[in-house]
């Protein structure tokens, strides 16, 4: 075979070490000196970019809110992503519209969702009027404006935009479970769900660590969606690490603290990563 | 007689759990439809509509405030500044990623599966950590506020996801329509064009869905490089026009409405293509 010379991966290589490695080991370096808009020379400062992230209310509390929307929606997500699977993996007439329906929030731009739903969630907004009309009015709240549920709003439509995303990921998966297998399973008398449990999710494994490792990383780096529709407040209480690094580098100019809460990111997102990536590597074959 | 009772019980009861399922998926789909109603419901409400009630119908469906939004949201500029950035976008991330990823699956050599590593590292890395350098980058070279930034940065940007793609499709790929070309006498440019283009055409149909969607919906780097300026793209102007219409909650919807209408009819029209792109591949 004649060989492909290598000319083949110059183009992609430099626009990827362009847009890609060469910022971000600049910016790791950032990460470590006092650097600010002004261009005055940079100092390293060690690491007291870091210090001063785990003592400053709003990085603190976007560290524990990115890891809690990262877990939450990752969980949840994965959880309704297969009963929907499930539900309309099915001979339901209506399976193929509803797909298309569940999955269509996930083609949307978030900077929209974020919008729709900021509106939805206001005091006096479509959301609390329908649970009054229902009779609910108990569980009205001021959704995104009170920040003891600011959060789990945040959370609510992160999952309402992704759910469908996880749903056709599971629906491919689903494809590859064997009729025959179930049927030898109903024979053999496992119920309902003895199949689910004992047939089904075990030969759907692919498919969740596919699942759960795009909600994971998205979801860590969580932006557009928070930046919109509570720019991190009320207070602290929906600041994530993605928005509160885009403040301190574009807002105050601090483009060294910027860079250390960037590589904070960074190592969170790769720590569990870590854990994924023999799944990933199991998908890239199916494809 | 009791057996033939026993099926047709069977059988009904069959036919009710599929009519109760089938109507409790309807509902359920009903409620998750909701904010959609509410996006097509204020679009069309007039001012003292809206004021009565967020949830009512309209009671005349207010056009005037999609004309509206369309002249003063300077949405028909950038409606085309995002169609040309995603087209350009688009066609840089086939050409780079297939001729990359046909090196990186065919050379078997450690420099580059080393390569094909680092690309993939790309899936993971948070683009913040690369921000404000590569910002500057583009204020130094003159960029800021052209198509040329952003172009530059969505090719890089999805590359890794563009070459995964393509790397797993030419693995699987088997190679005889290649040799055969070689042993005809064409060199590797020649069967790359000639033959092993025409065959990734599947998965070329998966990487423009895919990298249209995510380059069609971004905001944070298109914030930074063209936000207020003549080159804004679609999430950018809805992002300003939030702003500018502050509590006008209908020319709002109208202007998202306008925004999202071109995504809507192209995914109706390839739904299926799309729902299997996303399937098998994963969102950047």
Known sequence: ?287 | MSATTGVRGARARRLTTGIAAELGMIVVALLFMFPFYVFLSVALKTPADLAASPLSLPTDPAWANVADAWQRGGLGQALTNSAIVTALSVAGLVACGSTAAYLLARRAQRLSLGLYLVFLLGLMIPLQLGMVPLYQLMRDANLLQTYTSLIIFEVGHQLPLVIFLYTGFLRALPREYEEAARVDGAGPFTSFWRIVLPLLRPITGTVVILSSINIWNDFLTPLLYVGGSAQQTLPVAIFAFRGEFASQWQIIFAGMGIAILPILVVYFLLQKYIIKGFASGIKG
């Open chain 1, 1 to 287: 075979m004649a060989r492909i010379p290598y000319a083949f991966v110059v183009p992609a290589l430099l626009l990827y070490g362009l847009v890609v490695l060469y910022p971000t080991v600049a910016g790791g370096v950032y990460a470590f000196t006092d650097w600010t808009g002004r261009r005055v020379a940079p100092s390293f400062t060690g690491l007291a970019n870091f210090a001063e992230l785990l003592a400053a209310p709003a990085a603190r509390s976007a560290l524990r809110n990115t890891l809690l929307i990262a877990l939450s929606t990752t969980v949840l997500q994965t959880v309704l992503g297969l009963a929907l699977a499930l539900a309309l993996h099915s001979s339901l007439r209506s399976r193929h519209l509803l797909r298309t329906l569940f999955f269509a929030p996930a083609l949307l731009p978030p900077v929209i969702v974020g919008f729709l739903w900021q509106y939805i969630l206001t005091p006096q907004g479509p959301l609390n009027e329908a649970l009054g009309a229902v009779g609910l009015s108990a569980l009205q709240q001021n959704w995104l404006g009170d920040a003891s549920i600011a959060l789990a709003s945040v959370i609510g439509v992160i999952i309402w935009q992704n759910a469908g995303l996880t749903m056709v990921i599971y629906l491919a998966g689903l494809q590859g479970v064997p009729p025959e297998l179930l049927e030898a399973a109903e024979i053999d008398g496992a119920s309902r769900w003895q199949r689910l449990r004992r047939v089904t999710i075990p030969l759907l494994i692919p498919a969740t660590t596919i699942a759960m490792s795009l909600t994971l990383i998205g979801s860590l780096k969580l932006f557009d969606q928070v930046y919109v529709m509570t720019g991190g407040g009320p207070g602290y209480a929906t600041e994530t690490l993605s928005v509160v690094m885009y403040k301190e580098a574009f807002v105050s100019g601090r483009y060294g603290y910027a860079a250390a809460i960037a590589l904070v990111l960074t190592m969170i997102v790769f720590a569990f990563a870590l854990v994924q990536l023999r799944g990933l590597r199991r998908f890239e074959v199916d494809s």
